[in-house]
Protein backbone atom coordinates (compact mmCIF):
# COMPACT_ATOMS: atom_id res chain seq x y z
CA UNK A 1 0.00 0.00 0.00
CA UNK A 2 0.65 3.42 -0.40
CA UNK A 3 0.22 6.96 -0.03
CA UNK A 4 -0.55 7.84 -3.88
CA UNK A 5 -3.64 9.38 -3.76
CA UNK A 6 -6.10 10.83 -6.59
CA UNK A 7 -5.81 13.98 -7.35
CA UNK A 8 -8.29 16.45 -7.08
CA UNK A 9 -10.68 17.80 -9.64
CA UNK A 10 -8.31 20.15 -12.22
CA UNK A 11 -10.03 23.75 -13.39
CA UNK A 12 -11.03 24.22 -16.62
CA UNK A 13 -8.73 24.08 -19.21
CA UNK A 14 -9.05 27.44 -20.30
CA UNK A 15 -7.91 29.04 -16.83
CA UNK A 16 -4.28 26.78 -16.70
CA UNK A 17 -3.98 25.82 -20.39
CA UNK A 18 -0.10 26.53 -21.02
CA UNK A 19 0.86 27.88 -24.57
CA UNK A 20 0.37 24.96 -26.94
CA UNK A 21 3.81 26.28 -28.59
CA UNK A 22 5.44 25.31 -24.91
CA UNK A 23 5.67 21.21 -24.51
CA UNK A 24 7.75 21.71 -21.69
CA UNK A 25 5.50 24.09 -20.09
CA UNK A 26 3.05 21.04 -20.81
CA UNK A 27 4.53 18.78 -19.38
CA UNK A 28 5.46 20.29 -16.66
CA UNK A 29 1.49 20.97 -15.89
CA UNK A 30 0.99 17.44 -15.68
CA UNK A 31 3.19 16.32 -13.87
CA UNK A 32 2.35 19.13 -11.15
CA UNK A 33 -1.66 18.02 -11.17
CA UNK A 34 -0.54 14.05 -10.88
CA UNK A 35 1.78 14.24 -8.12
CA UNK A 36 1.26 17.34 -6.30
CA UNK A 37 -1.35 16.61 -3.45
CA UNK A 38 0.25 13.12 -2.71
CA UNK A 39 3.60 14.96 -2.18
CA UNK A 40 2.13 17.09 0.03
CA UNK A 41 0.87 14.18 1.86
CA UNK A 42 4.36 12.41 2.36
CA UNK A 43 5.64 15.56 3.56
CA UNK A 44 3.25 15.79 6.04
CA UNK A 45 4.31 12.62 7.32
CA UNK A 46 7.77 13.40 7.09
CA UNK A 47 7.54 16.86 9.19
CA UNK A 48 4.17 16.63 10.91
CA UNK A 49 3.72 19.97 10.01
CA UNK A 50 0.68 21.15 7.41
CA UNK A 51 2.68 24.47 6.97
CA UNK A 52 6.34 23.19 6.44
CA UNK A 53 4.97 20.51 3.79
CA UNK A 54 3.44 23.24 1.68
CA UNK A 55 6.67 24.99 1.61
CA UNK A 56 8.95 22.06 0.85
CA UNK A 57 6.80 21.03 -1.87
CA UNK A 58 6.61 24.57 -3.42
CA UNK A 59 10.22 24.49 -3.48
CA UNK A 60 10.43 21.40 -5.55
CA UNK A 61 8.50 22.54 -7.88
CA UNK A 62 9.88 25.65 -8.24
CA UNK A 63 13.62 23.80 -8.62
CA UNK A 64 11.87 21.55 -10.83
CA UNK A 65 11.24 24.17 -13.12
CA UNK A 66 14.54 25.94 -13.19
CA UNK A 67 15.91 22.45 -13.47
CA UNK A 68 13.82 21.02 -15.61
CA UNK A 69 16.00 19.44 -18.50
CA UNK A 70 17.47 17.71 -15.48
CA UNK A 71 13.55 16.85 -14.43
CA UNK A 72 12.04 15.79 -17.49
CA UNK A 73 15.30 13.26 -18.11
CA UNK A 74 14.37 11.50 -15.09
CA UNK A 75 13.37 7.63 -15.85
CA UNK A 76 11.21 8.75 -12.20
CA UNK A 77 10.53 12.44 -11.75
CA UNK A 78 7.91 11.62 -8.72
CA UNK A 79 11.66 10.74 -6.82
CA UNK A 80 13.06 13.82 -8.14
CA UNK A 81 10.17 15.98 -6.42
CA UNK A 82 10.22 13.90 -3.41
CA UNK A 83 14.12 14.00 -2.80
CA UNK A 84 14.24 17.80 -3.16
CA UNK A 85 11.42 18.03 -1.19
CA UNK A 86 12.60 16.04 1.28
CA UNK A 87 16.08 17.61 2.05
CA UNK A 88 14.16 21.09 2.33
CA UNK A 89 12.31 20.06 5.03
CA UNK A 90 14.91 18.42 6.71
CA UNK A 91 17.68 20.87 6.50
CA UNK A 92 17.62 23.48 9.43
CA UNK A 93 18.45 26.15 7.35
CA UNK A 94 15.45 26.22 4.60
CA UNK A 95 12.48 26.56 7.42
CA UNK A 96 11.16 29.57 8.71
CA UNK A 97 12.21 31.40 11.75
CA UNK A 98 8.98 29.91 13.89
CA UNK A 99 9.86 26.08 12.86
CA UNK A 100 13.79 26.69 13.27
CA UNK A 101 13.66 27.56 17.13
CA UNK A 102 10.88 24.97 18.04
CA UNK A 103 7.77 27.16 18.22
CA UNK A 104 5.94 24.46 16.29
CA UNK A 105 1.78 23.31 16.35
CA UNK A 106 1.37 20.22 18.53
CA UNK A 107 0.02 17.28 15.82
CA UNK A 108 -4.14 16.81 16.16
CA UNK A 109 -3.50 12.87 17.31
CA UNK A 110 -0.91 10.91 19.76
CA UNK A 111 0.05 8.87 16.35
CA UNK A 112 1.16 12.21 14.94
CA UNK A 113 2.60 13.14 18.07
CA UNK A 114 4.75 9.69 18.25
CA UNK A 115 5.68 9.89 14.89
CA UNK A 116 7.13 13.91 15.35
CA UNK A 117 9.25 12.79 18.17
CA UNK A 118 11.60 10.01 15.77
CA UNK A 119 14.69 11.12 14.37
CA UNK A 120 14.49 12.81 11.16
CA UNK A 121 16.11 9.95 9.26
CA UNK A 122 13.57 7.60 11.27
CA UNK A 123 10.87 9.33 9.80
CA UNK A 124 12.07 9.28 6.50
CA UNK A 125 12.27 5.57 6.87
CA UNK A 126 8.57 4.94 7.82
CA UNK A 127 7.42 7.31 4.89
CA UNK A 128 9.72 5.13 2.45
CA UNK A 129 9.09 1.30 3.43
CA UNK A 130 5.32 1.47 5.24
CA UNK A 131 3.94 4.75 3.59
CA UNK A 132 5.38 4.59 -0.02
CA UNK A 133 5.51 0.43 0.05
CA UNK A 134 9.38 0.67 -1.45
CA UNK A 135 11.46 -2.49 -0.80
CA UNK A 136 14.39 -1.80 1.45
CA UNK A 137 17.02 -1.73 -1.69
CA UNK A 138 14.51 0.83 -3.12
CA UNK A 139 14.20 2.38 0.05
CA UNK A 140 18.07 2.77 0.93
CA UNK A 141 18.80 3.97 -2.55
CA UNK A 142 16.17 6.89 -2.53
CA UNK A 143 17.13 7.71 0.99
CA UNK A 144 21.02 7.34 0.26
CA UNK A 145 22.14 4.66 2.16
CA UNK A 146 22.86 0.70 2.62
CA UNK A 147 20.24 -1.55 2.60
CA UNK A 148 21.65 -2.93 6.19
CA UNK A 149 21.46 0.75 7.50
CA UNK A 150 17.57 1.40 6.15
CA UNK A 151 16.70 -2.04 7.52
CA UNK A 152 18.28 -0.98 11.58
CA UNK A 153 16.22 2.62 11.36
CA UNK A 154 12.85 0.61 10.33
CA UNK A 155 13.20 -1.86 13.03
CA UNK A 156 14.08 1.23 15.26
CA UNK A 157 11.34 2.98 14.34
CA UNK A 158 8.76 -0.13 14.52
CA UNK A 159 10.62 -0.20 18.09
CA UNK A 160 9.77 3.36 19.07
CA UNK A 161 6.31 3.70 17.93
CA UNK A 162 5.11 0.39 19.60
CA UNK A 163 6.89 1.73 23.07
CA UNK A 164 5.04 4.97 22.61
CA UNK A 165 1.78 4.25 21.19
CA UNK A 166 0.98 0.28 21.99
CA UNK A 167 -2.50 0.91 21.65
CA UNK A 168 -2.68 2.32 18.35
CA UNK A 169 0.13 -0.13 16.22
CA UNK A 170 0.13 -2.91 18.68
CA UNK A 171 3.10 -3.67 21.14
CA UNK A 172 4.73 -6.45 19.53
CA UNK A 173 7.01 -4.97 16.41
CA UNK A 174 7.70 -8.37 14.69
CA UNK A 175 3.89 -8.92 14.80
CA UNK A 176 2.68 -9.70 10.85
CA UNK A 177 0.02 -7.38 11.15
CA UNK A 178 2.01 -4.39 12.48
CA UNK A 179 3.11 -3.26 9.65
CA UNK A 180 -0.54 -3.47 7.75
CA UNK A 181 -1.39 -1.41 10.89
CA UNK A 182 0.97 1.14 11.04
CA UNK A 183 0.47 1.86 6.72
CA UNK A 184 -3.28 1.98 7.65
CA UNK A 185 -2.37 4.38 10.25
CA UNK A 186 -0.21 6.67 8.00
CA UNK A 187 -2.64 6.74 5.29
CA UNK A 188 -5.76 7.91 7.68
CA UNK A 189 -3.34 10.30 8.80
CA UNK A 190 -2.50 11.78 5.47
CA UNK A 191 -5.95 11.79 4.24
CA UNK A 192 -7.05 13.69 6.86
CA UNK A 193 -4.83 16.96 5.64
CA UNK A 194 -6.51 19.86 4.07
CA UNK A 195 -4.24 20.15 0.96
CA UNK A 196 -4.83 23.50 -1.02
CA UNK A 197 -5.34 23.46 -4.64
CA UNK A 198 -1.82 23.76 -6.96
CA UNK A 199 -1.66 26.11 -9.83
CA UNK A 200 0.80 24.77 -12.09
CA UNK A 201 1.16 28.07 -13.87
CA UNK A 202 1.47 29.70 -10.75
CA UNK A 203 4.57 27.31 -9.85
CA UNK A 204 6.28 28.02 -13.16
CA UNK A 205 5.89 32.17 -12.46
CA UNK A 206 7.46 31.30 -8.77
CA UNK A 207 10.19 29.67 -10.43
CA UNK A 208 10.99 32.26 -12.76
CA UNK A 209 10.75 35.35 -10.69
CA UNK A 210 12.97 33.39 -8.57
CA UNK A 211 15.43 32.49 -11.07
CA UNK A 212 15.27 36.18 -12.34
CA UNK A 213 15.85 37.41 -8.62
CA UNK A 214 18.77 35.11 -8.16
CA UNK A 215 20.24 36.69 -11.60
CA UNK A 216 19.69 39.94 -10.73
CA UNK A 217 21.51 39.64 -7.48
CA UNK A 218 24.45 38.00 -8.87
CA UNK A 219 24.78 40.47 -11.37
CA UNK A 220 24.34 43.14 -8.99
CA UNK A 221 27.11 42.01 -6.55
CA UNK A 222 29.45 41.61 -9.65
CA UNK A 223 28.82 45.36 -10.81
CA UNK A 224 29.62 46.37 -7.19
CA UNK A 225 32.81 44.95 -6.76
CA UNK A 226 33.97 46.15 -10.49
CA UNK A 227 32.78 49.70 -9.65
CA UNK A 228 34.56 49.20 -5.98
CA UNK A 229 37.47 48.49 -7.48
CA UNK A 230 37.58 50.99 -9.98
CA UNK A 231 36.52 53.76 -7.89
CA UNK A 232 39.86 53.00 -5.59
CA UNK A 233 42.10 55.44 -5.89
CA UNK A 234 45.97 54.99 -7.95
CA UNK A 235 49.05 56.25 -6.58
CA UNK A 236 49.93 59.44 -8.47
CA UNK A 237 53.12 58.93 -10.81
CA UNK A 238 54.00 62.54 -11.24
CA UNK A 239 57.89 63.70 -10.82
CA UNK A 240 58.72 64.11 -8.03
CA UNK A 241 55.92 63.01 -6.18
CA UNK A 242 56.47 59.90 -3.53
CA UNK A 243 56.85 57.16 -5.91
CA UNK A 244 57.35 58.53 -8.87
CA UNK A 245 60.98 57.45 -8.70
CA UNK A 246 62.23 53.79 -7.51
CA UNK A 247 63.78 54.19 -4.29
CA UNK A 248 67.03 54.41 -3.27
CA UNK A 249 69.73 52.45 -1.45
CA UNK A 250 70.84 54.21 1.78
CA UNK A 251 74.21 53.22 2.55
CA UNK A 252 74.81 53.04 6.15
CA UNK A 253 78.16 52.90 7.81
CA UNK A 254 78.64 49.51 9.46
CA UNK A 255 79.45 49.21 12.87
CA UNK A 256 83.27 48.91 14.33
CA UNK A 257 84.04 45.38 14.72
CA UNK A 258 85.26 44.38 18.82
CA UNK A 259 87.19 42.41 20.52
CA UNK A 260 84.38 39.64 20.34
CA UNK A 261 84.77 39.06 16.70
CA UNK A 262 87.71 37.46 16.56
CA UNK A 263 90.63 39.65 16.58
CA UNK A 264 93.97 38.19 17.34
CA UNK A 265 95.86 40.36 19.54
CA UNK A 266 98.47 41.18 16.70
CA UNK A 267 96.06 42.51 14.48
CA UNK A 268 95.07 39.67 12.29
CA UNK A 269 91.85 38.28 11.79
CA UNK A 270 91.47 34.13 11.72
CA UNK A 271 90.77 32.30 8.62
CA UNK A 272 92.33 35.10 6.06
CA UNK A 273 94.80 36.91 7.96
CA UNK A 274 93.30 40.24 6.63
CA UNK A 275 92.98 43.13 8.78
CA UNK A 276 91.55 45.79 6.02
CA UNK A 277 88.48 45.11 5.94
CA UNK A 278 86.01 47.36 8.13
CA UNK A 279 84.17 44.78 9.31
CA UNK A 280 87.03 43.02 10.47
CA UNK A 281 89.45 45.79 11.52
CA UNK A 282 90.64 45.40 14.98
CA UNK A 283 90.12 47.33 17.57
CA UNK A 284 92.43 49.73 19.12
CA UNK A 285 93.86 47.74 22.77
CA UNK A 286 93.46 49.99 25.44
CA UNK A 287 96.43 50.63 27.37
CA UNK A 288 95.97 49.34 30.64
CA UNK A 289 93.01 47.52 32.29
CA UNK A 290 91.41 48.10 35.44
CA UNK A 291 90.35 45.52 37.20
CA UNK A 292 88.09 46.26 40.04
CA UNK A 293 88.33 43.17 43.05
CA UNK A 294 85.04 43.31 45.12
CA UNK A 295 85.65 43.79 48.65
CA UNK A 296 84.09 40.93 50.44
CA UNK A 297 82.23 41.20 53.56
CA UNK A 298 81.58 39.14 56.96
CA UNK A 299 78.05 40.20 57.07
CA UNK A 300 75.26 42.31 56.20
CA UNK A 301 76.10 45.59 55.08
CA UNK A 302 73.06 47.11 57.23
CA UNK A 303 73.83 44.48 60.08
CA UNK A 304 78.10 44.32 60.01
CA UNK A 305 79.51 41.17 61.64
CA UNK A 306 81.00 41.07 65.36
CA UNK A 307 84.18 41.54 66.09
CA UNK A 308 85.92 38.08 66.78
CA UNK A 309 87.19 38.12 70.95
CA UNK A 310 91.10 37.72 70.58
CA UNK A 311 92.71 33.86 71.52
CA UNK A 312 93.91 34.53 75.09
Not at 135 to 155: I, N, Y
Request: glycine share 8%; aromatic share 4%; proline share 12%.
Amino acid sequence: MNLVKAAPPRPAPSAMAPDAADPDAAAFDRLCARTAHALTQQLFLLTCERRLALRAVDHAFRLAWQRWPEVAGDPQPEGWLRTAACEYALSPWWRPPSLRHGRRRRPRTPFLDAVRRLPAHHRMALLLYDGLGLDLPDAAAEAQATTPAMAGRVSAAHAALARSVPGLVGGDPDHPEFGAGLTGLLRQAAEGLEVPLVSPERMRLRGERRARRWTIGVASLIVALLTGMLSTPTPSLTPGSPGSTPRERVQRPLPTASRTTGTLLDGTVPGNGRSDDPVMAPAPLADHITVRVPVLRTGHPRHPAAPRPLLR
